[in-house]
């Protein structure tokens, strides 16, 4: 017995086990509870005063109410989607309004924007006009050259060795060596 005592860890370990052991017996006394249908009160024995006739009579007019009730709410959907229509019928006209207006706003920036280039262009062929008449030549002609399409050898090369240079860098491509084959 002072074997037992002795030890922490046995006596924790006992402790353990019996309390697992009494925790599965009421986990399992719930679970029993909870499978069986818990008993409904039976009804009590009419105490109405009105006789079974009235009763049938009532039973049929709650069907009569609920179908003016559904009537009721029959209406009152037709109502509402009447109003939705009225109401996508006014967002449409809105809608095409503000897309008309602005159909027209971006026609008339169109319009002005062409007006501006045809007198640009007006402009500048009229400036080319006057200097050509008086015999000066335009300073952008006579630098500007037409571009040649003759490719030299050393351009083609240049062209090759600059393109690894500014290319990707060989870690993103890495070669496989021979010694992995």
């Known amino acids: 017995m002072e074997f037992l005592l002795d030890n922490p860890i046995l006596i924790i370990f006992i402790i353990g086990i019996l309390t697992s052991l009494f925790g599965n017996k009421n986990k399992k006394e719930q679970q029993k509870q909870q499978r069986q249908p818990q008993k409904q009160p039976e009804p009590e024995p009419d105490l109405d005063p009105l006789p079974q006739e009235s009763r049938r009579m009532e039973e049929t007019r709650k069907p009569r109410q609920t179908r ?95 393109s690894e240079i500014l290319g990707p860098p060989r870690s993103m491509n890495p070669h496989r060596s021979m010694k992995r084959k």
């Open 68 to 162: 003016q009730s559904r009537h009721a709410e029959a209406t009152l959907v037709d109502i509402s989607e009447e109003q939705v229509r009225e109401y996508a019928k006014d967002i449409s006209d809105k809608i095409e309004h503000e897309f008309t207006d602005r159909k027209k706003e971006a026609e008339e920036k169109i319009a002005a924007l062409r007006k501006q280039r045809q007198q640009a262009a007006k402009k500048a062929s009229a400036f080319l006009a006057s200097t050509e008449s008086q015999g000066v030549t335009s300073p952008i002609s006579s630098t500007v050259s037409k571009p040649s399409m003759s490719i030299k050898d050393q351009k083609l090369v240049d062209g090759i060795i600059w």
